[in-house]
């Protein structure tokens, strides 16, 4: 940024800034301009800051070393050098003039308006400049100075730089952290969704192993005990052929319903106990629970509606008449008593297929069931009554009433005849019992 060819040659030199001298024809300056000159050799002359001064005629009056070695001013005093002149060669330093020539014009219009502003020179300085009126001190002079905030700037660019490479880390790790915490996360689902499975297993495999032993036991008294009632029968038979006393006849016969209904009790216990003799056939199931339904609805009351929906093939299975008859009016009879007042329930027919991995070379067995869902919409069950529901002489029913027999026959009459029965119920939700039997195939 030469700028020495424009300035008029000096003529003496003061330390701390050059002072502009007027003409010849001028007086000269007395005592107290010179201590005036002093003291802005002392305000400005050690300042960083390019500092000029002008008079209300735009005569230079001061400039400060910084000054004179920003836009290149010749050591020493200039004559007759003018602001005008100083601002016009500094707009020709400058990469972009319009603005900064636009300002300074703006300034004849408002000679009292302050003004500020950036620049940046040709040699890639930043400055920031600013001019303000200096009052009735120098009767309408200036005040130009000029900043350079190009290490500023520098700084600033290097801490945005910093800041923005920082802010990218910052985004880096917290997408990692947060990969790592999804990660642990669903790890941590998957390792609590696979102890939940396994406890589920166990308590499973616990009832299982409960109602096996409660089935045996059972079945084993329900043996022994029909034997006993079958001589009691016998006697009370003999008895009757031997005794005309009407009164001893009615003890009697009360002595044989007695040992009827206990029969029959242990023909339940036997069934639980999958102690019973079998004879398959077979059947269709949706014929035989289309039949059965029909009966049904005649001892449903008038409020409650139920409901068939069956399958649209035929279901072949093998299994005992009279055992199918009893599994289909236990659940049926069970679901309308857990009806309070008005209701349905539903039943639905269809086909189920499960698949599973076996053998050494992990050969494919797929197995086809007929699928019996028998939903109710009363009043459900808590999860301590599910866990027991199949357990004999258990009942939900209120007043105890009812042997807590029946959903028991129904467990041992599906597992002897290799079936499967599950339930889900919900309080306030109905229930659902979902009864699997196995397709016969020829």
Not at 7 to 27: C, D, I, M, N
Not at 219 to 228: E, R, T, V, W, Y
Not at 233 to 238: D, G, P
Not at 273 to 279: D, K, P
Request: proline residues 4%; glycine residues 8%; hydrophobic residues 40%.
């Amino acid at each position: 940024m030469a700028l020495s060819s424009q300035w008029p040659q000096p003529e003496s030199t003061r330390p701390g800034g050059l002072f502009f001298k007027a003409p010849a024809a001028k007086p000269a300056v007395d005592i107290y301009v010179e201590e005036r000159q002093a003291l802005f050799a002392a305000l400005f002359g050690q300042s960083a800051e390019a500092v000029a001064i002008a008079d209300g005629q735009q005569r230079l009056l001061y400039v400060n070393p910084a000054f004179a070695h920003l836009w290149c001013i010749p050591e020493g005093i200039v004559n007759m050098a003018s602001m005008e002149l100083v601002l016009s060669l500094v707009a020709e330093s400058l990469e972009v003039r319009e603005g900064f020539q636009r300002d300074v014009e703006s300034l004849r219009e408002r000679p009292a308006a302050p003004l500020e502003g950036c620049v940046s020179t040709r040699d890639g300085k930043s400055l920031e400049y600013s001019s303000r009126p200096t009052g009735d001190a120098l009767r309408g002079g200036r005040i130009w100075t000029f900043r350079d905030s190009s290490e500023l700037r520098k700084h600033l660019r290097q801490l945005r730089d910093a800041n923005e490479n920082f802010q990218l880390r910052l985004e880096e790790q917290r997408q990692q952290l947060s990969q790592i915490l999804n990660e642990l996360l669903q790890e941590f689902e998957e390792r609590t969704q696979m102890e939940r499975h396994a406890r589920e297993r166990e308590e499973q495999l616990h009832r299982v192993e409960r109602l096996e032993s409660l089935g045996m036991l059972a079945g084993g008294i329900a043996h022994d005990s029909n034997n006993l009632l079958q001589v009691i029968l016998n006697a009370v038979h003999l008895l009757r052929r031997e005794i005309d006393d009407p009164y001893l006849l009615d003890e009697l016969k009360q002595i044989q319903e007695a040992a009827t209904r206990g029969r029959e009790m242990n023909r339940q216990l036997l069934a639980f106990g999958r102690r019973q003799v079998l004879r398959p056939e077979r059947l269709d199931l949706n014929r035989v629970l289309d039949q059965h339904v029909q009966m049904l609805r005649r001892l449903a009351p008038p409020d409650v509606r139920l409901d068939c929906e069956l399958a649209e093939q035929a279901l072949w299975v093998r299994f005992d008449p009279g055992q199918l008859s009893q599994v289909v009016v236990n659940l049926v009879v069970n679901a309308l008593e857990a009806l309070s007042g008005a209701g349905w329930v539903q039943l639905t027919v269809s086909v189920e297929s499960f698949e599973w991995k076996a053998g050494e070379e992990d050969e494919t067995i797929r197995s086809c069931y007929a699928l019996l869902r028998v939903r109710d919409s009363g009043r459900g069950m808590a999860p301590e009554q599910v866990a027991r529901i199949f357990e004999p002489f258990f009942t939900t029913k209120e007043g105890m009433r009812g042997t807590g027999l029946g959903l028991a026959t129904v467990y041992g009459i599906l597992k002897q005849s290799g079936g499967h029965i599950e339930v889900a119920s919900e309080l306030g939700q109905g229930t659902v019992f979902r009864l699997y039997f196995p397709l016969d195939e020829e």
